[in-house]
């Protein structure tokens, strides 16, 4: 089981440009979630999707962020244009529907993002 | 006002001191508590899912326990390979899957 696969680890850009942060979750998984981390906010739900659809988005900060699942191996999510206050780390999970005792967040190692 | 409070931020441990974790709620009729474990550089790693107020469970120097407004992370005899962050989180009722709220979590660190 390779886990939930996100790349870049690492990203630094200026002010601006467009970054474009990508995730694999677990095969079979049907649930992709995406997650903010910051020391003041702590983890923030993005956006979450259901067997590829988007369900519910009220998560995501503003028209500069959009996310995509065109299939149920990949996920991305995009800043267009970034700002110095999206610099955080950036967590993709999946998940299995059913018994919540069987099916807890699997969670990527994040990206770390850092716009200056 | 956060609806899921963790306490203390950070706590600092001899290796054999044992001592708990504090995650309250504000939000009333809990569906589920989770706590996760997360490692500098990592995502968090799912530790336990509680249900109902009196439950209880168990794994290794870990113990998680339930009631009405809170949980608690119980860790007995802790060891330096137990320091990390613990991040407890909340499904709360009316809201679906998508609202696990988190809490900021416990930094611990277990000195040897």
């Known amino acids: 089981d390779a886990g939930v696969i996100q790349s870049p680890r690492h990203e630094v850009t200026e002010m601006g440009q467009e970054v474009t942060l990508r995730c694999k979750p677990i095969?079979?998984?049907?649930?992709l979630f995406w997650y903010r981390q910051t020391m003041m906010r702590g983890l923030e739900l993005l956006i979450y999707?259901?067997?590829?659809?988007?369900?519910?988005d009220s998560g995501m900060p503003e028209d500069r962020f959009s996310a995509k699942m065109p299939n149920a191996s990949f996920s991305t999510l995009k800043i267009q244009p970034s700002e110095p206050r999206d610099s955080a780390v950036y967590f993709c999970?999946?998940?299995?529907?059913?018994?919540?005792?069987?099916?807890?967040?699997?969670f990527g190692n994040g990206t770390r993002l850092t716009v200056t | 006002e956060d609806q899921v409070t963790q306490s203390p931020e950070a706590l600092r441990l001899q290796e054999g001191e044992s001592s708990s974790l504090n995650c309250s709620y504000t939000?009333?009729?809990?569906?589920?508590l989770f706590w996760y474990r997360q490692d500098p550089g990592k995502g968090p790693e799912f530790l336990f899912t509680?249900?109902?107020a009196g439950e209880e469970k168990e794994k290794e120097r870990l113990k998680a326990t339930l009631t009405k407004k809170e949980s608690f992370l119980h860790i007995t005899a802790p060891k330096p390979e137990d320091s990390a962050t613990y991040l407890c989180?909340?499904?709360?009722?009316?809201?679906?899957?998508?609202?696990?709220?988190f809490g900021k979590g416990t930094m611990l660190l277990v000195s040897p």
């Open positions: 999970a999946s998940s299995l529907q059913g018994s919540w005792e069987y099916s807890p967040l699997h």
């Open positions: 095969s079979g998984h049907d649930y």
């Open positions: 999707f259901n067997n590829n659809v988007p369900i519910d």
């Open positions: 939000v009333s009729g809990l569906r589920g």
């Open positions: 509680l249900y109902s």
């Open positions: 989180a909340g499904l709360f009722p009316n809201s679906g899957y998508s609202t696990l709220t």
